[in-house]
């Protein structure tokens, strides 16, 4: 177990120093995409490139919003977050999605106020063209580098600023093509250019913020994973049935509960021996799975009849019992076995209280003639520790 914590903690830092990597590279590109939109969008009057290089400022803030959340999620689990940091990125990716649809929102609409007045719109310089085609070349670059980072770890963060920075070349080519128009005299075009863009981004945003609310409020995985994890859990030895299997996401890994059957006359060790099994062939065989809770049952009691009548717990039920066991030495053992609504007892005595087994029988026989008047007991059998001679 210390080994298996070790190999986890080294491949969360060397995961976060890897995620920290790709990003800073995004972090250069963008600054000087922005300073140069800016500036340039500024001296040539086009309204669309100063609006993409609010978008490119909108990337240098998401870039270190990822800085900080890869971070923090590579925290090992500790009393306050038992389960890891990993949601860290969640809630990123969520604040990401929220600020992207803000400034997309923004850029819809002054878009829409400038053009109301076209006549009043100062003329587009062809400096504007080029930097835009800079813009174009260097964030598709840069996307492709990034999502094969992302895809990798399997980081949805990261993958949500790749895609960002795919969405932010998509739109540098309309830009492209909006200023190309206005440099043909269509000046209008830089300013449905903007809109467009302002679109785009709104609608990239609002995907990742539902992407995050869908992992908050623990959205499973989908059915060609759940159903695979159900195999690999009906396949471990000594797993005779599943009757309930919940997953939820979390960051780039997931959480799985499963209810597994056993025979019900196994002992508790061995029981739990199966749960562990069955816990490390899904981790082995599904790396996306942080840990599984397994739950053991003897018996399938997702039916609501079974629990219909209120079993005595064991002291209770004992202590109902005390009178039968009348003529009988102290038990070294009672073992009870809860099953289909009703109690089964098994009762061990020490043997040298019988003198052959046949008395063992006849007392079994009397023991159960006399318990028939309780509802909630099946069965009861007697059993030496060590059998008569």
């Known amino acids: 177990m210390g080994q298996e914590l070790l190999h986890t903690a080294t491949s969360s830092a060397?995961?976060?120093?890897?995620?920290?990597?790709?990003?800073?590279?995004?972090?250069?590109?963008?600054?000087?995409m922005t300073v140069a939109q800016l500036i340039v969008g500024w001296l040539a009057?086009?309204?669309?490139?100063?609006?993409?290089?609010?978008?490119?400022?909108s990337d240098l803030l998401s870039d270190f919003l990822v800085i900080y959340a890869t971070r923090q999620s590579a925290h090992p689990a500790d009393q306050a977050h038992?389960?890891?940091h990993a949601r860290v990125e969640t809630a990123a990716t969520l604040v990401l999605g929220a600020s992207l649809m803000f400034i997309g929102g923004g850029i819809l609409w002054e878009s829409g106020m400038r053009l109301q007045h076209i006549e009043?719109?100062?003329?587009?310089?062809?400096?504007a063209?080029?930097?835009?085609?800079a813009t174009v070349l260097s964030k598709e670059a840069l996307y492709r580098y990034l999502i094969r980072v992302a895809e990798r770890l399997r980081s949805q963060l990261l993958?949500?600023?790749?895609?960002?920075?795919?969405?932010?070349?998509?739109?540098?080519?309309?830009?492209?093509?909006?200023?190309?128009?206005?440099?043909?005299g269509w000046s209008f075009l830089d300013l449905l250019a903007a809109a467009l863009m302002g679109f785009m981004i709104l609608r990239m945003g609002s995907g990742l913020a539902w992407g995050a609310i869908k992992e908050l409020i623990d959205t499973g995985l989908d059915e060609a994973q759940v159903e695979a994890i159900r195999q690999t859990l009906l396949k471990t030895p000594g797993v005779r049935g599943l009757h309930q299997l919940r997953t939820r996401r979390m960051a780039h890994q997931a959480l799985v509960d499963a209810h597994i059957q056993v025979d019900s006359r196994i002992s508790v060790s061995e029981g739990h021996r199966i749960a562990e099994s069955a816990r490390a062939r899904v981790l082995r065989e599904h790396p996306e799975v942080l840990d599984v809770l397994v739950h053991i049952d003897p018996e399938d009691d997702m039916d609501p009849d079974i629990f219909a009548t209120r079993l005595p717990a064991r002291d209770a039920l004992?202590?109902?019992?005390?009178?039968?066991?009348?003529?009988?030495?102290?038990?070294e053992k009672v073992v009870l076995h809860y099953l289909n609504g009703q109690i089964e007892i098994e009762v061990f005595l020490n043997h040298d209280f019988f003198e052959n087994g046949e008395a063992l029988k006849q007392a079994e026989a009397a023991l159960a003639d006399r318990i028939k008047a309780h509802a909630n007991v099946r069965r009861v059998s007697l059993n030496c520790l060590v059998a008569p001679n």
């Open 14 to 32: 060397d995961r976060a120093a890897e995620a920290q990597k790709a990003t800073w590279v995004s972090v250069v590109v963008n600054l000087v």
């Open 45 to 57: 009057h086009s309204q669309s490139l100063i609006a993409h290089g609010l978008h490119s400022f």
């Open 82 to 84: 038992p389960y890891g």
């Open 120 to 127: 009043k719109l100062p003329v587009v310089e062809l400096s």
């Open 129 to 133: 063209l080029w930097v835009a085609i």
């Open 159 to 184: 993958i949500g600023n790749a895609l960002h920075t795919r969405a932010d070349a998509a739109s540098a080519l309309v830009v492209v093509v909006g200023i190309g128009g206005a440099l043909a």
């Open 318 to 331: 004992l202590a109902e019992l005390q009178p039968l066991f009348a003529g009988l030495p102290p038990p």
